[in-house]
């Protein structure tokens, strides 16, 4: 099973400073979490001195551990106190599993679905004269599912999706981008499916383009002609000339 953690710090910071030299001594307590039913909770409780950590209390462990002289000494006194074990196994109830519940139903219980915008942007050079690109703006959580869709089957080639993009505001952003030569009378859709939708969006491609658009893929269209004819023509004169005619 995939461990999804998640950490609480407090951080008690403590700066002595001798002249113009500073020593920087952090506490910093962790909680980490693996599953929603709080099975495997394990509380960390590290001391770091100069960004050197030299003593670090596990709940697993269920004791202290010293990773230098200064630290081992420590670790070998508070571990022979019963009363400072218990203090710190304590804190796994009160403060590790308290902020486990507020953590899940103010953030990983809530989902915001996705606005979805379907438009058409101009192809790269290649075999197709039209593209669609399909975006899923500001949603939560991250996991989402964009297809597409052509007279009610999927397509899967001439595809691209980028992967999930974060905003860097818990929100994430997606876009797909399909190529294809337009068909009289065709349906083109994107799906969309996400854990805040309670069944698939299918978004259905206008074909009454505005003009600017239609002209995006006109132009495309007329290329990849003007491109067939002109490696046909080219075709026929290395032919003629390899036969001796010209």
Not at 76 to 101: P, T, V
């Amino acid at each position: 099973m995939s461990m999804s953690v998640f950490c609480v710090y407090l951080t008690l910071v403590l700066f002595i400073f001798s002249g113009t030299d500073g020593y920087f001594e952090q506490r910093v307590v962790e909680c980490l979490y693996s599953s929603k039913d709080l099975q495997g909770i394990e509380l960390i409780d590290s001391y770091v001195f100069n960004q050197a950590e030299y003593i670090r209390f596990n709940s697993t462990v269920g004791k202290y551990v010293g990773y230098t002289e200064h630290g081992v000494y420590n670790a070998e006194a508070w571990n022979s106190d019963a009363g400072i074990l218990a203090q710190e196994l304590g804190e796994l109830e009160r403060f590790c599993k308290h902020n486990a519940d507020l953590h899940y139903s103010a953030i990983l219980d809530k989902t915001v679905a996705p606005h979805v915008r379907l438009s058409s942007v101009a192809p790269p050079t290649g075999r197709h004269p039209a593209m669609l690109m399909c975006s899923a703006y500001d949603f939560y959580p991250k996991p989402i599912r964009v297809t597409w869709l052509r007279d009610g089957g999927e397509v899967k080639s001439d595809v691209t999706s980028t992967e999930e993009l974060a905003n860097g505001d818990w929100y994430y952003q997606i876009h797909s981008h399909l190529e294809y030569t337009p068909r009289s009378g065709e349906k083109i859709s994107c799906m969309v499916e996400h854990i805040s939708l309670t069944e698939p969006m299918v978004y259905d491609w206008d074909p009454s383009l505005p003009e600017a658009e239609r002209n995006k893929i006109a132009i495309g269209a007329s290329g990849l002609v003007l491109g067939a004819i002109l490696a046909l023509a080219g075709l026929i004169y290395y032919k003629k000339k390899s036969s001796g005619v010209l």
